[in-house]
Nanobody
Framework: QVQLVESGGGLVQPGGSLRLSCKASGFPFSFSDYAMSWYRQAPGKERELVDRITSTGESSSYLDSVKGRFTISRDNTKDTVYLQMDSLKAEDTAVYYC?????????WGQGTQVTVSS
């Protein structure tokens, strides 16, 4: 019933941009009650936290390699969290997942593939 559906991934050339979206539905509480995060997992690598935004819109970045290039945001009127990805590099190639969490629950999306290649 609870769903997080990522979209916006695809193939992009180095230096290009993508905007990922994660739409939430079926939550037992309002979307605005949940903190939202973006993770990514590259082939052969462990999943890593990229960005996180609190229920009140306070964002945090966790990877030096993407600081200044990635921006997390949310639109509570659309129950959606975004990840704007600029100046993409080949090393950004990964499956990107969104996660929602509050004081009691944790939910994961299915992931969306981002491939940066010429």
């Amino acid at each position: 019933q609870v769903q997080l559906v990522e979209s916006g991934g695809g193939l992009v050339q180095p230096g290009g941009s993508l905007r990922l979206s994660c739409k939430a539905s079926g939550f037992p509480f309002s979307f605005s009650d949940y903190a939202m995060s973006w993770y990514r997992q590259a082939p052969g690598k462990e999943r890593e936290l990229v960005d996180r935004i609190t229920s009140t819109g306070e964002s945090s970045s966790y990877l030096d390699s993407v600081k200044g290039r990635f921006t997390i945001s949310r639109d509570n009127t659309k129950d959606t969290v975004y990840l704007q990805m600029d100046s993409l590099k080949a090393e950004d190639t990964a499956v990107y997942y969104c996660r929602a969490d509050n004081w009691a629950h944790e939910y994961w999306g299915q992931g969306t593939q981002v491939t940066v290649s010429s």
